[in-house]
Every structure is written in structure tokens, then in C-alpha cells.
């Protein structure tokens, strides 16, 4: 995401949370000054769309399913992480989905997808499938996303590699389309530090924020539960980003669990811009109880959250922590 506004003393102006049971929410504003939502729903089985003039108003959008999983193939299970792209007059939804349910060494058997629509109202129109996004290694790959940066598309997305320990890494590769990579991805981050690699080694759910002369890209790491928590990459603008050296890693999460405020696990978050356009918002989810059983995964709550972004002097940003519920 691409931000305008003047740093910030902006308080938090939303109630959260804002849609229940709506987990790697993606929020986007489009030049018709609309709101579009779109999130993991808790049965992974379809994808849906939510248009509203605000934010919190997305609470009561009716959601329009514009795409459902087939019975069986490569897209049949575990629908997860969809984000909703406008690319050369043209919608996209980026999604991950296996053909099992099946975990293998550990591993779900996820890959990334793309979805096209030219109508102008992307709750409108046909949704095309255009395949897979090819990547050099057919392993557990998930949560892609994709930006403009000097008049060059890019796809950001994590991956398992093979002779990489953990569950996933970070990558960022040029795009001859948006659903075809172009030249060799590089490898931006992988889960090294202590707060990464609690349950499981994970870096995922990339988001790109650019702000005036540099550029942040957060993710999520560790395991699913209250561990779960956001880390940050940094790099200068003028920097080359495929240049993983480029790149500055947080030595400590930036938004993690508040007990104190009673809001766990927050992360897989997306950056938009608030109403009035002065204030940089960040959307996460997070569940507001610690205790979980069974496979975190299969928890439905965690919930759909909106928070204004602070911004320090030296022009980076101070999330802060996740606010306590309002409602």
C-alpha cells in the first residue's frame, strides 16, 4: 500500500472488533472511495466480498460469495488468506488453496492461486480462474500479495523451501503478469529469531506499506495461537528491493499479544487509509481469549480489527498494541 498522509498523533477511531469469525482479513480502498473487504471465512470452502463507505461499516455489508471451491483438484480444500487486487483496469483476488486437507511432514499442502474479473464492479462479473502461481520449488505456499513500486509489479508471498528448516519464508519476485512470475524470487526473511519460531517456524502474511522514502513490509511468525505476533522489514526507498541486504528485520515483534487489553495472537494484517485519507490504518485479526483447543486453526475467532497507525519521528511506525474490544 501506497500511503499520503502526514505522520500522525491520531487516536484509535474504530470499534472493534469489526467483523467476527473473519480471520487474514484484506481491506481496499478503491478509487471510488469505497471500502472492499475480503477474508477467510471458518468453513475455507468459498470467498466472499464486502463493499462499504466506511470501514467499520464493512460490519454491516451484505457479503456477496463470488466463488465457491470445487469438489475436487488443486483448489478443493483449506480456502485461505484471499486479497482483493485492481491491476491494469482489472480485479484480481490472490488466494491459497490445497487439494487435501492432509498434512504432510508437517506441512499443509497449499499452493497460491489467482482469480480475474474485468467488470468494473468486482461484486459483478464472472471470476475466471487463471491457475496456479508458478514458483521455482511445488511445495506449501500461501498468502500472496502483490504491489507497484517504480512502475514495476511485484509479488510478495511465503513459501516453504526445501533446504530451509521451518514452515515458510518470505519472497518477493518481479511479475511478467499478475499471475506469472518473472526472473528468480528472492529470499527476504526467514524465521531465525526467538519470537519467530515459537511452535512452529513461520513467516507469513506479508503486507507492503510504503511511506514516504522507505518502505515497510510486516508479517506475522510462530505459531497461530497468542504467540502469533507481526514482524517488520525495512528498506529505503531508493534501495534495490530485490536485494535482500536491502532489507532491515526487527530485532523484536511490533504488535504482539495484550493480555492487558484481553486480545491475543493479533496478526496477518493489511495497511489502508482511513476515511478523511489523513491517517494510515492497519486491519489485523486477533481472538480476545488465550485458550484455544485443538488446532488453533480450526478456532473460528479470530476477528476482523481496525487500528490507526502512530508514526515516530524518524518516519517509521509505532502500531502500538491491539486495542480492547468496544463491543
Not at 481496499?28 to 470467498?47: A, E, K, L, N
Not at 470501514?55 to 466463488?67: R, T, Y
Not at 533446504?163 to 518481479?174: A, I, K, R, T
Not at 503486507?207 to 505459531?223: C, E, G, N, T
Amino acid at each position: 500500500m501506497d500511503t499520503q498522509s502526514s505522520p500522525s498523533s491520531a487516536t484509535n477511531t474504530y470499534r472493534n472488533p469489526i467483523i467476527e469469525q473473519r480471520a487474514d482479513p484484506w481491506v481496499y480502498r478503491h478509487t471510488d472511495q469505497q471500502y472492499y473487504f475480503t477474508g477467510s471465512v471458518p468453513s475455507f470452502d468459498y470467498i466472499e466480498l464486502r463493499r462499504a463507505a466506511t470501514i467499520q461499516n464493512l460490519a454491516d455489508a451484505e457479503p456477496v460469495i463470488v466463488w465457491r471451491k470445487p469438489d475436487s483438484g488443486p483448489m478443493s480444500h483449506l480456502i485461505w488468506a484471499p486479497e482483493l487486487h485492481y491491476i491494469h483496469q482489472k480485479w484480481y483476488i490472490y488466494f491459497a488453496a490445497a487439494a487435501t486437507d492432509e498434512i504432510v511432514d508437517g506441512l499443509f499442502q497449499h499452493r497460491m492461486f489467482v482469480l480475474e474479473n474485468d467488470h468494473p464492479d468486482p461484486l459483478q462479473g464472472s471470476w475466471i480462474e487463471k491457475g496456479q502461481i508458478v514458483t521455482p520449488w511445488d511445495t506449501f505456499a500461501l498468502d500472496a500479495t502483490t504491489f507497484i513500486h517504480q512502475d514495476q509489479q511485484y509479488l510478495l508471498w511465503a513459501q516453504k523451501e526445501p533446504e530451509v528448516d521451518g514452515n515458510s519464508n518470505l519472497y518477493l519476485s518481479l511479475m511478467a503478469n499478475p499471475w506469472t512470475l518473472k526472473g528468480t524470487p528472492t529470499r527476504l526473511s526467514i524465521p531465525e529469531l526467538s519470537w519467530e519460531c515459537i511452535g512452529f517456524k513461520v513467516n507469513e502474511g506479508p503486507a507492503f506499506l510504503r511511506k514516504q522514502d522507505q518502505l515497510f513490509i510486516s508479517y506475522s511468525a510462530s505459531a497461530t495461537d497468542h504467540h502469533y505476533c507481526l514482524g517488520l522489514l525495512t528498506a529505503d526507498i531508493h534501495s534495490d528491493i530485490l536485494n535482500a541486504g536491502s532489507w532491515r528485520k526487527s530485532d523484536q515483534p511490533v504488535f504482539g499479544t495484550a493480555e492487558a487489553h484481553s486480545q491475543y495472537g493479533p496478526g496477518h494484517n493489511c495497511f489502508t487509509i482511513s476515511e478523511d485519507g489523513q491517517h494510515d490504518v492497519m486491519i489485523y485479526h486477533a481472538r480476545n481469549y488465550k485458550e484455544i483447543s485443538g488446532n488453533p486453526l480450526y478456532d473460528p475467532n479470530r476477528h476482523m480489527r481496525a487500528q490507526v497507525i502512530q508514526w515516530r519521528s524518524d518516519g517509521t511506525p509505532e502500531f502500538g498494541r491491539p486495542v480492547a474490544d468496544t463491543v
